[in-house]
């Protein structure tokens, strides 16, 4: 793999590769555009199998943030950060602040944040080492819950546009990821009456989510051909690909994961199949509009930023109205929209004051 042309491709500014052998640090920093502001993305903890898996998804999750914080309206950037380690297992202190000198480093062009694997506690150790890190526990703190809010949100506006109703009592819905975010979604639907199917590759996950929500436990590999209304993909990413789109028996795709879709075509492919698709970076939008609020004048307000993740409902309507507007697959409208923002303040930026 060249990294440089692929990052040439994908659009990225800057990736930085951080290695420390005392701490057994391995972490890759990917950088996408800052024409809105600086990169702000959380960093992911994966046992990844390979490097080259490890630079693939970074770059990918990294592009996304870029249009996720336009698409939020948000004065940001797309950055992301992926450690190379089992979250479960290989966490430490020395491992987290030699992070937390690396993202030092480069200045404030990137922030950082919790994402899949990580935790606010991990962040304060960060913290520790520099001020380029948000989702602090005594400031926005985790950002699942609202993160969560948000895809809720966006299933109801997911449900009102293909089923004609936002109501989600006794609509069905398979959650595939039961980790921070997908619990608190379960909750939030759960306390609408929805029927959850629910999968996760850790049993007690599910046990959990079964024992106090009343769930439907599904095998990780059953829960794409389920019987739903909505199929919510809350885990990683490229779930949504040629071995799968034809196993769904859904109406609505709408969940938290980033990178849903394993390449472009499959939001068309899904589109063909009659399937309503809420762009990932729309729905899941919550996470960085509340530790965005952070940045506020005054400090981060709670309200506030749930008051901002509740206009994604919104969002997602005028992506869908896009999409049929323009007889375009709903990815493709979203991209569209967020484009426009960058361009558009790209050219009041070139403003000489």
């Known amino acids: 793999m060249n990294v440089f042309e692929l990052a040439e491709e994908m659009g990225h500014e800057q990736v930085v590769f951080c290695h420390d052998a005392d701490s057994g640090l391995r972490a890759i920093v990917a950088i996408h555009d800052t024409t809105l ?3 702000l993305g959380g960093t992911r903890m994966w046992d990844y199998d390979t490097e080259e898996e490890a630079l693939v998804d970074v770059l990918r999750l990294s592009e996304g943030m870029t249009y996720k914080s336009s698409a939020m309206g948000l004065n940001l950037g797309g950055g992301k950060a992926v450690i190379m380690g089992d979250p479960r297992s290989d966490k430490s ?4 602040r030699a992070f937390g000198r690396f993202v030092h480093s480069l200045g404030g062009r990137y922030i950082t944040a919790e994402d899949v694997g990580t935790s606010p506690q991990d962040m304060d150790y960060v913290a520790e080492e520099t001020s380029y890190v948000v989702g602090l526990m005594h400031k926005s703190g985790d950002p699942s819950p609202v993160t969560a809010y948000g895809v809720y949100k966006g299933i109801k506006a997911g449900c009102k546009w293909a089923l004609d109703s936002e109501d989600l009592q006794g609509v069905t819905v398979a ?10 979604l379960c909750e939030y639907l759960h306390e609408e009456g929805a029927e959850l199917l629910v999968a996760d590759i850790y049993p007690e ?4 989510t079964v024992d106090e929500f009343g769930a439907t436990a ?3 590999d059953d829960i794409y051909s389920v019987e739903c209304d909505v199929f919510a993909p809350c885990a990683l990413g490229a779930v949504i690909n040629d071995d799968t789109i034809d196993q769904l028996k859904c109406g609505v795709v709408a969940g938290a994961a980033n990178n849903q879709l394993a390449e472009d075509h499959h939001g068309e492919n899904l589109r063909q199949k009659g399937i309503l698709y809420a762009p990932d970076y729309v729905i899941n939008g919550g996470g960085v509009i509340n530790v965005a609020h952070e940045f506020a004048p005054g400090g981060y307000k709670r309200e506030l930023a749930l008051r901002k993740v509740d206009q994604i409902y919104d969002r997602l309507l005028e992506v869908f109205a896009t999409s049929e507007r323009e007889d375009i697959p709903t990815n493709e409208a979203a991209d569209r929209i967020a484009e426009e923002r960058i361009e558009k303040i790209a050219r009041v930026k070139r403003i000489r004051i």
Do not use: R, T
């Open 93 to 96: 202190e020395q491992m987290w």
């Open 175 to 184: 959650v595939q990821g039961i980790g921070s975010v997908g619990y608190a």
């Open 205 to 208: 996950q599910v046990e959990k």
């Open 218 to 220: 599904v095998d990780p």
């Open 37 to 39: 502001g600086p990169a």
